[in-house]
């Protein structure tokens, strides 16, 4: 037990100082795994193996090119733009600072409360994190080019994967279900975020707030981010709606934002798809958090495909230990699992049960 505590530790404190390689692999992983079923759909239709293998190579680069492009643009455009609304927020100030003085709080006692909030901690964070997504575009070519190599890899690496069924059958199993998991997360996540980020675009629109493609982006970015990413994805157009209009488009933004997502993502999606992934909802939340503290702002995209990973490599390959899966899951035990006998009990227990 304790070598395995300390052996989690080290590579944990590994997988954190080496984020800067290991998220931008792992993002690259997770694309070419998101495109394999076109490549085999292009494949079973008569198309060679490495046209196929190019051509879904071709389209999750351009999706990937395309997502930083637009972020790019967009980031520049909202750098310009933000500070014209600097006398309207000295405004806002003002104002806020009014309506505290008229209910007894005076510039003293809301100096000593500002006082003891730091901001500093606050900035270094959205720094940090801002610092995460850009560097992802940094990266670029790098991802680019591992996308390539793995591009090149899949068909082969099928292949591998059936040969290696024969021998260790429950690795294979395990490494099959971690690909099918992560391929059908991946399309619910794209397909609905998609929905949400047009009907939020649309929202925008009518409420007149500046940059909604930027704003819409950001939701569909987020949507892969669980439990907090609706969150992430609100408070910036909602802010920027306060400044350009005031407090009711604030929360004509909340309120709408907070409709969509109740709708498509709490009524409508599990009843088309179910659970699209074997998580709890306490574990999908501390994969976030234990990711993102790993691997930074792209741990918390990538959260839920890591930890199918971690999963099925640590449980699920293991026959004696995938009864552990069915319980952070909440699915039914798997039927494959081996049960304690009664003769393979101590005898105390065996009477114990007995007499119940």
């Given at each position: 037990m304790l070598l395995g505590t300390a052996a989690?530790?080290?590579?944990?404190?590994?997988?954190?100082?080496?984020?800067?390689?290991?998220?931008?692999v792992f993002l690259a992983l997770t694309l070419t795994i998101a495109v394999s079923p076109l490549r085999r759909l292009l494949v079973r239709q008569g198309v060679k193996v490495w046209i196929a293998s190019l051509t879904a190579l071709v389209v999750v680069n351009a999706f990937l090119l395309g997502v930083a492009a637009a972020l790019a643009l967009s980031v520049a455009q909202l750098a310009t733009l933000l500070p014209?609304?600097?006398?309207?927020?000295?405004?806002?100030?003002?104002?806020?600072?009014?309506?505290?003085?008229?209910?007894?709080?005076?510039?003293?006692?809301?100096?000593?409360?500002?006082?003891?909030?730091?901001?500093?901690?606050?900035?270094?964070?959205?720094?940090?994190w801002l610092s995460?997504?850009?560097?992802?575009?940094?990266?670029?070519?790098?991802?680019?080019?591992?996308?390539?190599?793995?591009?090149?890899?899949?068909?082969?690496?099928?292949?591998?994967?059936?040969?290696?069924?024969?021998?260790?059958?429950?690795?294979?199993?395990?490494?099959?279900?971690?690909?099918?998991?992560?391929?059908?997360?991946?399309?619910?996540?794209?397909?609905?975020?998609?929905?949400?980020?047009?009907?939020?675009?649309?929202?925008?629109?009518?409420?007149?707030?500046?940059?909604?493609?930027?704003?819409?982006?950001?939701?569909?970015?987020?949507?892969?981010?669980?439990?907090?990413?609706?969150?992430?994805?609100?408070?910036?157009?909602?802010?920027?709606?306060?400044?350009?209009?005031?407090?009711?488009?604030?929360?004509?933004?909340?309120?709408?934002y907070s409709?969509?997502?109740?709708?498509?993502?709490?009524?409508?999606?599990?009843?088309?798809?179910?659970?699209?992934?074997?998580?709890?909802t306490t574990l999908t939340f501390l994969s976030l958090v234990f990711w993102a503290w790993i691997l930074g702002p792209l741990g918390a995209v990538l959260a839920i495909p890591l930890s199918l990973l971690v999963k099925a490599l640590l449980l699920d390959a293991d026959p004696s230990t995938r009864w552990v899966g069915g319980l952070i899951s909440g699915d039914r035990l798997p039927e494959d699992v081996p049960t304690v006998e009664a003769a393979d009990l101590p005898a105390a227990e065996v009477a114990t049960e007995q007499a119940g």
């Open positions: 989690a530790v080290l590579i944990a404190a590994g997988l954190r100082g080496f984020a800067g390689i290991v998220g931008p014209t609304y600097q006398d309207k927020f000295a405004d806002l100030v003002d104002d806020v600072r009014g309506w505290l003085a008229d209910r007894g709080v005076g510039d003293e006692q809301l100096q000593a409360a500002l006082q003891k909030i730091d901001l500093g901690k606050f900035f270094d964070v959205l720094q940090g995460g997504f850009l560097g992802v575009i940094s990266d670029l070519g790098f991802i680019v080019i591992v996308l390539f190599f793995m591009g090149l890899d899949a068909s082969a690496f099928s292949d591998r994967l059936r040969e290696a069924a024969r021998i260790r059958p429950d690795i294979s199993s395990a490494l099959t279900g971690f690909a099918r998991g992560t391929t059908r997360y991946l399309v619910v996540s794209t397909v609905f975020g998609l929905i949400v980020a047009i009907f939020d675009v649309g929202v925008l629109y009518v409420l007149d707030i500046p940059l909604p493609w930027l704003w819409g982006l950001l939701a569909f970015i987020t949507n892969y981010i669980p439990n907090i990413g609706f969150f992430i994805g609100v408070i910036p157009p909602a802010l920027l709606g306060l400044l350009d209009q005031g407090w009711a488009t604030l929360l004509w933004v909340i309120i709408a409709v969509i997502n109740f709708i498509i993502q709490s009524i409508i999606q599990p009843k088309v798809v179910g659970e699209a992934v074997g998580l709890s």
